[in-house]
């Protein structure tokens, strides 16, 4: 019975432990996840990139159009030009990293063509959105190719002259299409653009797909740039912003774009990421 006793409580533990490092976030109960936007690190290639994401503990990726693969891929790029078989072992390289691929942007084209092979590109790598700006017109075509597809289009903000740069021009576009059609919402130009970001979220309740989520400075006298900083630490009001995604019952994934303090950035997400967090326990 001795002898057997310390093998029943091997058993325990590992019995126990899988559940105890599952435990699910806060965040991850009210079906928020954190992603990277890979543009974070364009300065090394995805490889790195996901290399990165493993040293953030940060399980997702939304791959911008054109970031270098770099490893045995060398200067070849993510997008619908990789081969099948570059595809493959992307996706394979990802797993093996405890990453998922789970959206690509921002993508734009003026040509219909491009659009079609870069919705069946996102489906062949196993996404679940893309991320892009479609020109007015393209809508009904994009509206198809969702359908077609099973991907969701979340539409970013970028500035003007972008048709996207207020709420409004993205809810009359769709406002009688699919639910899922809505807004890649990028809270730091709608401030820099003039917009309240709290008011501009309120709007498009039931169309947030997903977000690139910031926190950036206050404007100075005589500078331009209101550059991202240490999310909690500047004017965009993280907490009213997260409240308001609980009040709307939001799901999906706020990929963190990071476009600050270029070649060393990790120690600055990993603060963003822990303020999240201890932000996230105050939502009611």
């Known amino acids: ?27 991850e109960k009210y079906g928020w996840k954190l992603a990277i936007q890979s543009y ?18 940060i399980k997702y990726i939304e791959a911008y159009p054109g970031h270098k693969l770099g490893g045995k891929w ?28 789970v959206a690509s942007g921002v993508f734009t084209s003026n040509d219909r063509e491009e659009w079609k092979e870069f919705f069946k590109f996102a489906k062949e790598m196993k996404m679940e959105y893309v991320t892009c700006e479609p020109p007015l017109e393209f809508w009904d075509m994009v509206e198809e190719l969702s359908k077609q597809y099973g991907l969701k289009v979340a539409v970013h903000n970028h500035p003007k002259p972008s048709e996207y740069w207020t709420p409004d021009n993205l809810l009359n576009a769709i406002s009688t299409r699919s639910k899922n059609l809505g807004s890649c919402a990028d809270v730091g130009h709608w401030n820099r653009e003039g917009l309240n ?4 979220l309120k709007k498009l309740n039931g169309r947030l797909v997903s977000f690139h989520f910031k926190d950036i400075v206050a404007k100075e006298p005589g500078v331009k740039e209101q550059h ?9 009001n993280v907490p009213a912003m997260l409240q308001i995604m609980r009040d709307q019952k939001f799901k999906g994934y706020l990929a963190i774009e990071y476009e600050y303090n270029w070649d060393n950035s990790v120690p600055d997400i990993k603060q963003c990421i822990e303020n999240f967090n201890k932000m996230v326990e105050e939502v009611k």
């Open 197 to 200: 970001q709290l008011e501009c």
């Open 228 to 236: 991202d900083c240490i999310w909690g630490t500047g004017i965009l």
């Open 1 to 27: 019975m001795k002898k057997t006793l310390p093998v029943l409580m091997a058993l325990c533990l590992m019995t126990i432990l899988p559940f105890a490092s599952s435990a699910k976030t806060t965040a």
């Open 40 to 57: 974070s690190f364009h300065k090394v290639s995805f490889v790195e990139a996901l290399d990165k994401c493993n040293e953030l503990g």
């Open 74 to 101: 060398g200067k070849a790029v993510f997008g619908p030009a990789m081969d099948a078989q570059t595809r493959q072992e992307i996706l394979d390289l990802a797993a093996q990293k405890g990453v998922k691929i």
